[in-house]
Each structure stands twice: as structure tokens, then as C-alpha cells.
């Protein structure tokens, strides 16, 4: 695997989730269709805790500690008991700026780092420091999908267009 060219991918999705959550209103951030869909918000305060407690974080322990369990996480249940929609959307975004900048200067400073170290996810089974890193780059790609959802279904809302041009219909 070219570790350096998934690292590369980390940093230029920096700018890529920079411009696609950026100035955007109160409305269109807290919008969701049904109440069981993450809104924009939630988007952004989840990657914020992923980039800081699961990528980054789990990517050290198989480095330093593949033998001992990886500490617990629950993404689905942060976003209810962090109280993702209370969270200040612009700082939210920020910090999780600034955690993706930091995830960049750790990884790009690592030296002969242990790739193929492996540790034991307790629902997936063996995972190598390169699975996470691999993983991490694809998490980006699945909220690339799930945010420009939103904001085409936002779009279809507020707007009450026809899309069956844009669409191929």
C-alpha cells in the first residue's frame, strides 16, 4: 500500500470538507427530512470526535500497544449523549479543522512506522495499522457521499424545483 499517497488523500480532504461545510446558514446545517437522519451538524461534530478518538487515537495504539484491547467507542450514541445538535456549528467545524492538521503532522512525521502491526477490534477481528489507515481515508469518502446528500436533498427542499434534468430522468 502507498501509505504516503492515503496521507496525501487525508490532507487534501482537509480542504475538500473545508469547502464543503463552510458558510453555511443555521437552517441548512440543523435540517434533516426525518429524525433519525444526522443533520450537517452532527456530520461535522462526529467527524470531529473520529478524527481525534478513533482513527488517529486507535492508529497510535496498534503502533505503541497492539496487544492490550483498544479503549471502547460509541459513535452511534455520541450524538445523543454529546449533544451533537446543541454544539456550535463554526467552532465544531474548526476544531475539527485543526484535529485533521494534527492527524497530518503525526502521520507525516512517524519514521519507520509499523504498518504491519496488527491489534484486536473486538467486532471486526484482527485489524493492521494500514487497515485503519486505509479505513480512515474510505471514512472521509462515505461523508463526502452522506453530506452532498444532504445538501442536494436541502437544495430540493427550500427550492421546490423539478430535478429530473440534473438528475437524468
Known amino acids: 500500500m502507498n501509505y504516503k499517497l492515503i496521507i496525501k488523500g487525508l490532507q487534501r480532504n482537509k480542504f475538500v470538507f473545508k469547502q464543503l ?4 446558514s443555521e437552517e441548512e446545517y440543523k435540517w434533516k427530512d426525518r429524525p433519525n437522519r444526522w443533520c450537517l451538524l ?7 470526535d473520529e478524527e481525534r478518538e478513533d482513527f488517529r487515537k486507535r492508529t497510535k495504539h496498534i503502533f505503541d500497544t497492539p496487544d492490550q484491547q483498544f479503549e471502547p467507542i460509541d459513535p452511534e450514541g455520541w450524538v445523543v449523549e454529546r449533544r451533537y445538535i446543541e454544539q456550535d456549528y463554526e467552532k465544531v467545524l474548526h476544531h475539527f479543522l485543526e484535529e485533521r492538521q494534527a492527524s497530518i503532522n503525526w502521520l507525516t512525521s512517524l519514521i519507520n512506522p509499523k504498518w504491519e502491526n496488527i491489534a484486536n477490534h473486538s467486532d471486526l477481528g484482527t485489524m493492521s495499522a494500514s487497515q485503519f489507515l486505509a ?3 474510505a471514512h472521509d469518502y462515505l461523508h463526502f457521499d452522506q453530506i452532498t446528500r444532504l445538501k442536494l436533498d436541502y437544495l430540493k427542499y427550500t427550492s421546490k424545483e423539478n430535478f429530473s434534468y440534473a438528475e437524468g430522468v
Open 21 to 24: 461545510l463552510q458558510g453555511i
Open 42 to 48: 452532527e456530520v461535522v461534530s462526529h467527524l470531529y
Open 135 to 137: 479505513n480512515w481515508l
